[in-house]
């Protein structure tokens, strides 16, 4: 049974830092693409980034490339999501995705990965 625990949400103000973790279980981490979306308050979930299987690529949205970086640690089973230099909106509910089969050209889309943890808020204050 796989599982992911997202930690590292909180309260910011404006042009500050945080970084996300995802820790994963049940599954081969290696083998697995991780991605992070976020859910801003009254509003869809939208992509951030995302680490492909063996860390071979990484891929980031628009309003997170040049602050924002993802990483992964296959010794610890766990993907981060480094956040700088952030604004209030990047306020949101952020989510860790697992999954083992998106493809490249896929990789922006929710519908794509089975497996998804609970959530971290993160609050960005102006």
């Known amino acids: 049974q796989v599982q992911l625990v997202e930690t590292g949400g909180g309260l910011v103000q404006a042009g500050g830092s945080l970084r996300l973790s995802c820790a994963a279980s049940g599954l081969t981490f290696r083998r697995y693409t991780f991605a992070w979306f976020r859910q801003p308050p009254g509003k869809g979930r939208d992509f951030v980034a995302a680490s492909r299987y063996g860390g071979t690529s990484t891929n980031y949205a628009d309003s997170a490339k040049g602050r924002f970086t993802i990483s992964r640690d296959n010794a610890k089973n766990t993907v981060y999501l480094q956040m700088d230099d952030l604004k209030p909106e990047d306020t949101a509910v952020y989510f860790c995705?697992?999954?083992?089969?998106?493809?490249?050209?896929?990789?922006?889309?929710?519908?794509?990965?089975?497996?998804w943890g609970q959530g971290t808020r993160v609050t960005v204050s102006p």
């Open positions: 995705a697992a999954s083992s089969g998106v493809i490249l050209s896929a990789i922006r889309r929710d519908d794509q990965y089975g497996d």
